[in-house]
């Protein structure tokens, strides 16, 4: 089973900065995705395939990922106040199980 | 317009069964994998089960092998998740999912499923 590990478990930003949450997987991955889950909301997919942005994620949102494989980033380039959820990764390379990262919660400063 | 509602959650006793459904609506259903994946309280997402576009093929996550059943109705557009001896552990918003490209791209409100005695 590949083991996703995100980091920070939170992070604290102010409105307009760029923010960075970090993905790592146990094995190198091709196939990994970003969800965003607002409070009292199912999740949302932004990001699949390292980098393609889901249909209506806004351009602020870009998803990246290291030449070993292993290290996965997700960025918001200006933190706007709506974006304020917890963000999931997640690698669909090596299944079953599909494994999820355990979350970074992000919130305005 | 793709929808997905769950239903048939509710409070129900350590060891006895629950059947959570799901109906999908605005995509061709016959030709989508569906998953449900699940969210115990105040955790994060942990993957359950899939099963394929025909029905043939169905995997679990080791937690609830051999205790849950997905299954789907392509006549009725429908997925149902048949859960037996639930645990305590199994206490979760339960959601249904489509897969595409390899990803969740739509997602259900969720069905809560409480554990009690």
């Known amino acids: 089973e590949i083991v996703m590990t995100q980091s920070p478990a939170t992070l604290s930003v102010s409105q307009g900065e760029r923010v960075t949450l970090s993905c790592r997987a146990s094995?190198?991955?091709?196939?990994l995705a970003w969800y965003q889950q607002k409070p009292g909301q199912a999740p949302r997919l932004l990001i699949s395939g390292v980098s393609t942005r889901a249909t209506g994620v806004p351009a602020r949102f870009s998803g990246s990922g290291s030449g070993s494989g292993t290290e996965f980033t997700l960025t918001i380039s200006s933190l706007q106040s709506e974006d304020v959820a917890v963000y999931y990764c997640q690698q669909y390379n090596d299944w079953p199980p599909y494994t999820f990262g355990q979350g970074t919660k992000l919130e305005i400063k | 317009q793709v929808h997905l509602v769950e239903s048939g959650g509710g409070v129900v006793q350590p060891g006895r069964s629950l059947r959570l459904s799901c109906a999908a609506s605005g995509f061709t259903f016959s030709g989508s994998p569906m998953h449900w994946i699940r969210q115990a309280p105040g955790k994060g997402l942990e993957w359950v089960a899939v099963v394929s576009y025909d029905g043939l093929r169905k995997f679990y996550a080791d937690s609830v092998k051999g205790r849950f059943t997905i299954s789907r109705d392509n006549l009725k557009n429908m997925v149902y998740f048949q859960m037996n001896n639930l645990r305590p552990e199994d206490m979760a918003v339960y959601y249904c999912?489509?897969?595409?490209?390899?990803?969740?791209?739509?997602w259900g409100q969720g069905s809560l499923v409480i554990i009690s005695s």
């Open positions: 999912a489509r897969q595409e490209g390899g990803v969740f791209d739509y």
């Open positions: 094995q190198r991955v091709s196939n």
